[in-house]
């Protein structure tokens, strides 16, 4: 059996509390940490699979829900095929299952009110997860913050969160919401069709009421580096932009 | 804790298994990771100061840098986010080169890498003299990328590679072990990785 962790180790068990597909290739997973924590939107846990002869892997993988939403800490886990972990959690994860987590983790990629705002959110794919507790957040806490989400993915099936996006774009409250899919057509008219550029950046800042005072940027490396490029091409000064990359 | 169900994992081949340090992961690409947008420095515009506290000691311009005598380094680099790369191999000038050319000896126990986009990591100054680091100028024979830190990057590869400040344009000596920017938020003050020194809260 396994031993208790030291009071010291900073891993603790976490227990999935629920499952909820989210799109074809993403699923949330609630866990329920057995010393909670409070974090701050745009924050990470690791998490830590062990296997019967000791062999462990580790992944990072950013919190979803906000700070202040109860219910345990949500993670949103895209399936990669030939990957390790996350098709462990796609194919073998089930509710009640433990799982060694840590964190809360991450001190520059995060975003409190009182950092105020205007915001612009850039978001490929995945890379859209912690940026989706910083609107969370806004919703709960300070809805006077506007922020733009620019969230780019290649297909409208692949909008993860679609429903609540949507909903909270429609409340016109000073949320607004732009998706940008690279391989159909737009649906909706305030949304594009092709792959994030300048111009595409500078109607997004100029969406918000005045220019953005933080930018955040999340998803893959190349992702994250056009969208980078592209803002800094339209003015945006690099030392308001935030970036963080899934690695390669 | 054994992780019901976790079985298979992707257990690194046997011989290459005291390569990697607990946690980590053998990776063939080179991830990119970094916190802001990547600066274009370009060499023109680039230049290495040696500073003790405020004070320079010395400033090189890119010409004067690539001047000074340049050394080969392959190493396994390990980055926090888990992943280790074998063999990498970079060609730049030693640590001890630099303060040679300077004139110096290292004055205090404690450094600061400074980048040019503001960012900076803090390493103990042994942990960067006697072979042990470099500033690299080339990566697989090649100018450095500006994503894997181009034109110029620190390189501490026993310790965990977000202390391998990218786009390094400088190195201040300082009194006491001052946290840098990654360290100020939640990363650990040396970073071993043999150790697991990923955060802060790790011994
Ligand atoms: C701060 C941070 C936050 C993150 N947040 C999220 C998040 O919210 N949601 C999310 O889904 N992801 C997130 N990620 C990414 C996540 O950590 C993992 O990288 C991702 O889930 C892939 O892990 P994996 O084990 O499934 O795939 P890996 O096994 O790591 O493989 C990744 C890819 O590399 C290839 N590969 C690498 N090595 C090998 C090998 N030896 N053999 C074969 N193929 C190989 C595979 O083809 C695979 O497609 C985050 C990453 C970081 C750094």
């Known amino acids: 059996m396994s031993a208790e962790p030291s009071p010291q180790s900073p891993w603790q068990a976490a227990t999935i509390t629920r499952i909820e597909k989210r799109t074809p290739r ?35 993988y950013s919190i979803a829900s906000a700070p202040e939403a109860g219910g345990g800490v949500e993670l949103a886990i895209e399936r990669l095929d030939d990957g390790e972990v996350s098709p462990f959690f796609h194919d073998v ?46 919703t709960l806490r300070n809805k006077a913050v506007p922020v733009a989400l620019v969230f780019s993915v290649r297909i409208w099936d692949e909008v993860i969160f679609r429903d609540e996006l949507i ?30 550029d300048a111009r595409m950046m500078a109607q997004a800042v100029e969406r918000l009421p005045k220019a953005p005072k933080l930018t955040y940027l999340c998803g893959s490396n190349a992702f994250v580096s056009a ?18 990359r899934y690695g390669v | 804790m054994v992780t019901r169900g976790f079985f298979s994992g992707r257990r690194p081949p046997s011989d290459t298994d005291a390569r990697i340090p607990p946690g980590q992961y053998l990776e063939q690409g080179f991830p990119v990771l970094s916190a802001g ?5 370009r060499t023109e515009d680039w ?39 074998f063999n990498t191999p970079w060609q730049g000038v030693m640590i001890d080169d630099i303060l040679a050319d300077a004139g110096i000896e290292p004055p205090t126990a404690y450094t600061l890498a400074l980048s040019f986009d503001g960012y900076s990591t803090n390493v103990p100054t042994k942990d960067l003299v006697t072979g042990k680091a470099m500033v690299a100028l080339l990566y697989e024979g090649k100018p450095i990328t500006p994503d894997h830190g181009g034109p110029a990057r620190l390189l501490v590869p026993h310790l965990y ?33 043999w150790r697991e020194q990923r955060y802060s809260s790790d011994l």
Not at chain 1, 173 to 182: H, I, M, Q
Not at chain 2, 66 to 79: E, Y
Not at chain 2, 164 to 193: C, I
Request: aromatic residues 10%; charged residues 25%.
């Open chain 1, 26 to 60: 993403v699923t949330s997973f609630w866990f329920q940490p057995s010393r909670p924590f409070a974090h701050l939107a745009g924050q990470h846990v690791d998490i830590r699979l062990t296997a019967p002869d000791g062999y462990q892997a580790r992944r990072s």
């Open chain 1, 93 to 138: 994860a089930a509710v009640g299952d433990e799982i060694e987590l840590r964190g809360p983790l991450g001190g520059h990629f995060i975003w409190e009110e009182g950092d105020g705002g205007p915001i612009l959110l850039v978001g490929g794919g995945s890379g859209v997860v912690p940026l989706m507790a910083m609107v969370r957040h806004r």
């Open chain 1, 167 to 196: 909903g909270l774009d429609d409340r016109r409250d000073g949320f607004d919401l732009v998706l940008t899919l690279t391989r159909e057509p737009a649906r909706r008219p305030s949304d594009y069709s092709r792959r994030v």
């Open chain 1, 227 to 244: 969208a980078a490029d592209a803002l800094i091409g339209v003015g945006v000064p690099s030392e308001i932009i935030r970036t963080e």
């Open chain 2, 37 to 41: 947008p990547t600066p274009r420095v």
């Open chain 2, 47 to 85: 230049s290495f100061t040696l500073k003790q506290g405020p004070k320079p000691i010395k400033k090189w311009n890119w010409a004067e840098f690539n001047a000074l005598p340049q050394s080969k380094m392959t190493r396994d680099i390990h980055c926090v986010t888990a992943w280790t790369k």
């Open chain 2, 161 to 193: 590679f977000w202390k391998s400040a990218k786009w390094v344009n400088g190195l201040q000596f300082t009194e006491r072990d001052e946290p840098g920017f990654w360290e100020l938020r939640g990363y650990h003050m040396y970073g071993d990785p």
